[in-house]
């Protein structure tokens, strides 16, 4: 059963104008460790390097606003950017895996959440289905983490 869908579009110019004048001090109130060094990884590609992380880091913070939306929480506790991590996994697509104390709490309730994300030139764009699996054993794995391998 769905229990909330939520979507986010951002401008990836607004997010190379706050690395610009944030630098990575940004990027660490947004991601996750994983998110970080795959935001690290991009930025050293090279002369479009920047541009790759802004666009990575513009798209897991869409992610992470419209995970939000969908919980129906808005970011506090226990969704925070920080505790929600979207890894892609081999074959490229975007996994949500959380972090802290919004893991227990997606597990509890048995939700899982399914990720989409695209982008077009100057903006990308986060869909986010959560559905509910009627599980409310706090002993169930994290419907929302699984494995990127």
Do not use: W
């Amino acid at each position: 059963m769905i229990y909330g869908i939520g979507t986010d579009i951002v401008e990836v110019r607004r997010i190379r104008d706050l690395l610009t004048r944030y630098g990575e001090r940004f990027a660490r109130r947004v991601l996750g460790p994983e998110e970080l060094a795959e935001f690290r990884r991009r930025r050293e590609r090279g002369a479009h390097g920047e541009g790759y992380a802004a666009r990575y880091l513009a798209k897991r913070f869409a992610a992470k606003e419209a995970f939000s939306k969908a919980l129906g929480l808005g970011l506090r506790g226990p969704m925070t950017l920080l505790s929600l991590q979207v890894i892609n996994n081999r074959r490229g697509q975007p996994i949500a895996v959380a972090r802290k104390e919004l893991e227990p709490y997606l597990a509890q309730r048995g939700l899982r959440a399914h990720v989409s994300l695209s982008d077009e030139r100057d903006n990308v764009i986060a869909f986010v289905v959560i559905e509910s699996s009627g599980l409310t054993d706090s002993s169930s794995a994290s419907a929302v983490q699984e494995t990127c391998a």
